[in-house]
């Protein structure tokens, strides 16, 4: 298994904000963490991404023991992921960010001498041309759309060559047609690669679209799990989140993306 | 060049003119002006240099209207005065741009010490003339003096000394001390304390307080000294200090039953701004004009007071004082080459109107007085009082001290 | 102790505490909602305390009452109110949109203006004001005499708390002050008219600061001091209790107030670097004061003040540069011996400046401190060659950048961890502390005196030689913190300024990042103070003060934040300034302040920015 979340449990002074959370990722598989707001996806999320530190439980990466460890630490064990608001360099251009993101997979962060315009730039637009990024790859990230800059992130988190990608709320903030064209892009990456995608997402279309599987949080616990299918008939899921009408929308999108 | 230098001068306006443009005028002084730069703290400490720089135009305009510097073929005497921010760093790049720019014969001035050692380390490297004139402590003229550096006033231990003397009759055993927290506090306490446990056998210190230099916490300090009980008080604060200290020390009952000698706090400077606070019978050094009645120092009140519509302060006083001396010193030494000045310089007399002021020669410190008295109201005038001037070639250090710890 | 004692040093203390918290309140207040650090706060205080003395004496020779009194000072608190207001039209208003330290930079320029404004119009004379009717005497308190004025302002500093609670709370106006502190563009979005707001606030910061400057004049006399000797200690109330927060600063005025009253009981000499101590300890536990909150990240990628994109010298610049070298090199050639001194001091500037904005531009890490780094570095070089070692100048100009680093090690070690305005106000505490352990420990460093004789080796001793030793190293320094900034390190340090988060989920190590970038700057900045020490030949505690802190960034800021060469440009520019008006009149002060909010005004990118903004608008003409 590339990823086994097992029992994490974090308190905020009297709330419970995740209570024995478990589950398992596997390579090339996107598994998408759903639920009302406060649900407790966010801080499972940094559980696993290192912001944040379980009071118990464990996370195993490839079989090794990475909880507690920082972000920075996570990533060297091959995770790599992207923020509900997009978080990129913003003083740099397209490449730059992604030169950033490979000079310190090289750890020559430190490096004083070597020019950085130059370092890596073919390999970063290597990985721009995987994400369609290719012409606007000297322009500088404040000057692109919001959709664009999602996909920089995600081109920053490819970088790595991760095992795991994780992403909180990849769509949020973007037009619906540009959702769609993140989300195909990154199940295709995915696959492809064998890469591990957990994600949390309020879009329906998202999560029914291109899950390969969904967990369900309330108030910090794991009430359903399993394929999109599943979720969506389960009576407890329909009743404290989606409500009628979300199953319908989950259901049209589950259409929509096998037809 | 010339033509930049007389607009700025003309920009310059009364604030820093020159003297010769002023006092120019049919049977007065000819040929080029022999010129002197003059370093102060105008702008950040204009209460002290601006009288200074007062007295000193005032003397510069009465020997250039008597014919200038007779040593020098009666050529005008021209100081040109420069701001230096207050600051050792400054003070010295503008001591470089008046020896390279206006061509300045020598360097004198200065208020503060930190600045005044400076341009006294420069001239020594520089091998120019460096007169110090404001700057007391002691260093200028023992541990850091050497060939170039003179000092005119009367520095931090001979004036410690003369308050030690007249202190030392009372035969008071428990003293505080407060003192602002930088070198001059600092030394002038430890002079104090050296120079009256020398005096007064069984002297103590019950209590030292060293508020930050403009920042006294006035109640707290005042009550820490009441705690201490101490049966008299030696205070080296001044300036907005020393007032929040008086009116708080006068509300809690600090000085009652206390003898208290102060540092300066004679001098115009310090004991105008107390105003109707002014305590009664502190021994104190300083300078009461209005009070000095001999005619040389009489022309000099009147003449100050018909140009700038103020009585003299100490810094007007000493601005004069050292007009003439420069006068004196150029007379004496018949050149403007730096080794004749510093030659003349050593040793040289000079009749001023507190008296007559020799520059002694082993340590360059001027024998230039203050005047010892208390403190009093008169009418609605703060002033001194029983008063005498205390000559300064009675407190000097030591020769041997001097010996000991000067280099050159 | 004597227990009446204990008792009356408290209240001594907490009267200070009242003092200090009225003033205080007024610069948090205006934080909070402006997120304008007004260093002009002292300067209104001042003028408080100058109308006072102007009014109050009028109003008493009408009736000598306590009521009289009482009118006068506040009357004198509206005034400066009213000023306040002035302020914010005529200034703080243009400058909203301005980054933050330029806003810095331009109440600052309002402070030098407002110094010599106060010193034509009062004179430089201290002013004793009046003391207030009826409150002249002692009060017997356990067999001990306490100021009846000062029972009176025991009171007066809670009474402003309540008031300014009821204020918060109760009226429409106040529950703006909080939203707007809370989050500023969330007032924007409610519609509210945000002039009016901020108005409002200036004027009530305003009149808080009139106030606390009016109610001292009995106490102390109106002087042209009293600005910066208040300012910093607002400074330090305003941060620990948490920037923003009123009971905040209550709280703090208190600490302070009490630790002051029993703190020189034991430490008499403790006077100069308590307060420091304590904000840099609250710091460090709590990096947003006792009340304060952490400041919101903004919810949108905004630019950074700071170096943007890195464009590689084009042939142009390569030209320019080359001819500026050329220039420098000739100076000692061509001008005299002042020229040459000149550009010395702007060579060691300029690398001072430099070294600064790698951390500020480069960085995001805005030091209010960095003389304390160029100092310690003067200072290593010239008690060297003093002291009993009597290093030679070449070791001394070694131990120069590793005493500035080394020291910039120590500090940066808990700068680093926290970010923004309490992140320099960090820097500011360790400069502060800096400066009060070489002002005070005369022994090794000369105190105020400072050191005397450090000068150049023999061979360097001529002004032309040691101007082409100190061009070697100021350019090769700078040359080398260039390369940096080009190179992946510089690239690292951007990265972490522009977004920590994504940086870290990238796997650099921040916090160490910014740690090494702190020492490279502090170590280059200890070269630049070696190099200024033996072009003086003494050395003194001004090298280490707030004002040369200052000067540094106004340096970095009119050259310009955003370019990475305008630091140099701002060195050479600000120098010239100064050298242009000193000489020129007393109140050089005024005329400095005033081109400083000239240049916040008209260049909000510095120097260097404008060309460079010309240029684009050109290219952009051209191109269309």
Known sequence: ?259 | ?408 | MDPAFIVVQALSGLANASSLFIISSGLTIVFGVTRIVNFAHGSLYMLGAYLGITIVPRLLDIDRTPTMFFAGVLLAALAVGLIGVLMEVLLLRRIYKVPELFQLLATFGVVLIVQDLVQKIWGPVDIAGPRAPSLRHGIQIMGQRFPAYEMFLLFVGPAVLVLLTLLMQKTRFGVLIRAATQDREMVGALGVNQAMLFTGTLFLGAFLAGLGGALQIPRVPANGHMDLSIITEAFVVTVIGGMGSVPGAFVASLIIGLLQAFGILIFPKITLVLVFLLMAVVLVVKPWGLMGRPEATANRAVLPEGILSLKPFGTGERLVAALVVVALLAVPLMGDAYKTKVGIEILAFALAAFSLNFLVGAGGIVSFGHAAYFGIGAYAAGLLVVGPLKLPMEGALVAAPLAGGLAAALFGYFVVRLSGIYLAMLTLAFAQITYAVFFQWAEVTGGDNGVVGVWPSAWASSRSVYFYVVALLAVAAIVFLRRIIYAPFGYTLRAARDSANRADAIGIDVRTHRWLSFIVAGAAAGLAGGLYAFSKGSIDPTLISIGMSVDFLMMILSGGLQTVMGPLVGAGFFHAIKDFFMPLTDFWRFFLGLSIIVIVLAFPRGLVGAVDAGREALAHRRAG
Not at chain 2, 178 to 203: D, H, T
Not at chain 2, 359 to 380: C, F, N, P, Y
């Open chain 1, 1 to 259: 298994m590339l990823l086994s979340v097992q029992g994490l449990q974090k308190r905020f002074g009297g709330l419970v904000a995740a209570k024995d959370v478990s589950f398992d990722l596997a390579a090339g598989e996107l598994l998408a963490i759903i639920g009302p707001n406060g649900a407790g996806k966010s801080t499972t999320f940094n559980m696993v991404g290192g912001q944040l530190r379980p009071d118990t439980g464990r996370v195993m990466l490839a079989g090794e023991d990475v909880t507690g460890l920082p972000p920075r630490l996570v990533w060297r064990k091959g995770v790599g992921r992207t923020f509900q608001i997009a978080q990129t360099f913003v003083s740099m251009s397209v490449v730059e960010n992604v030169q950033m993101a490979l000079i310190s997979f090289h750890e020559r962060t430190r490096d004083l001498t070597a020019d950085a315009t130059s370092l890596y730039r073919t390999e970063a637009l290597a990985i721009l041309d995987g994400v369609g990024l290719t012409e606007m790859a000297d322009r500088s990230v404040s000057e692109l759309a919001y959709g664009d800059v999602k996909r920089v992130e995600l081109a920053v988190a490819l970088a790595s060559e991760p095992k795991l990608l994780l992403m909180d709320e990849p769509t949020a903030g973007m037009a619906p047609r540009e959702r769609a064209q993140l989300m195909e892009l990154t199940a295709s990456i995915a696959r492809a690669r064998k890469i591990g995608v957990l994600f949390t997402e309020h879009d329906m279309d998202a999560v029914f679209g291109h899950a390969d599987r969904i967990v369900v949080l309330v108030r910090g616990e794991i009430i359903a799990r399993g394929t999109p299918e599943e979720v969506r008939a389960d009576q407890r899921v329909k009743q404290v989140y989606l409500g009628e009408t979300g199953v319908q929308a989950a259901l049209k999108a589950r259409r929509a993306a096998q037809a």
């Open chain 2, 1 to 408: 060049m010339t033509d930049q230098k007389f607009t700025r001068r003309s920009v310059v306006g009364g604030m820093a003119a020159a003297g010769t443009l002023l006092a120019a005028g049919p049977g007065s002084a000819q040929g080029a002006p022999v010129k002197v730069g003059e370093i102060n703290s105008y702008s950040k400490m204009a209460a002290f240099a601006v009288p200074y720089r007062n007295g000193m135009q005032l003397a510069m305009e009465e020997i250039n209207k008597a014919g200038g510097l007779a040593g020098l073929g009666g050529r005008p005497l021209e100081i040109i005065f420069r701001d230096d921010n207050s600051t050792p760093g400054d003070a010295v790049r503008v001591a470089e741009e008046l020896l390279t720019r206006e061509n300045v014969t020598f360097i004198a001035g200065a208020f503060l010490s930190n600045v005044g050692l400076a341009l006294g380390d420069f001239a020594n490297q520089k091998k120019v003339l460096y007169l110090g004139t404001e700057p007391l402590t002691d260093a200028l003229t023992m541990g850091s003096g050497n060939k170039y550096t003179f000092r005119v006033r009367a520095n931090t231990y001979m004036q410690t000394k003369m308050l030690v003397d007249a202190a030392k009759a009372k035969q008071v055993k428990r003293w505080a001390i407060v003192a602002p927290n930088y070198e001059y506090g600092q030394s002038a306490a430890a002079n104090f304390k050296k120079l009256m446990a020398a005096a007064v056998p069984g002297f103590e210190v019950v209590t030292e307080q060293f508020p930050a230099l403009g920042r006294v916490d006035a109640g707290a300090t005042v009550g820490a000294i009441a705690q201490a009980k101490p049966d008299a008080i030696f205070n080296v604060l001044f300036g907005a200090d020393l007032t929040a200290f008086v009116r708080e020390g006068n509300t809690r009952g600090l000085f009652e039953g206390r003898q208290v000698v102060s540092l300066l706090t004679g001098e115009p400077e310090y004991i105008l701004p107390l105003g109707d606070e002014t305590p009664e019978g502190w021994i104190t050094t300083g300078y009461p004009p209005e009070q000095i009645t001999t005619p040389a120092h009489k022309a000099f009140f009147d003449a100050y007071k018909a140009k700038f519509n103020d009585t003299p302060r100490l810094g007007s006083l000493l601005g004069y004082v050292v007009g003439y001396m420069i006068r004196d010193l150029f007379n004496k030494a018949k050149s403007t080459d730096t080794e004749a000045l510093v030659t003349a310089l050593e040793g040289l007399t000079s009749d001023s109107i507190a008296g007559p002021v020799v520059m002694r020669a082993i340590d360059h410190q001027s024998t230039l007085g203050a005047w010892v008295g208390e403190t009093t109201l008169k009418g609605k005038l703060p002033t001194m009082k029983n008063w005498r001037y205390a000559d300064g070639k009675d407190y000097l250090h030591p020769e041997a001290e001097v010996r000991a710890v000067r280099k050159g």
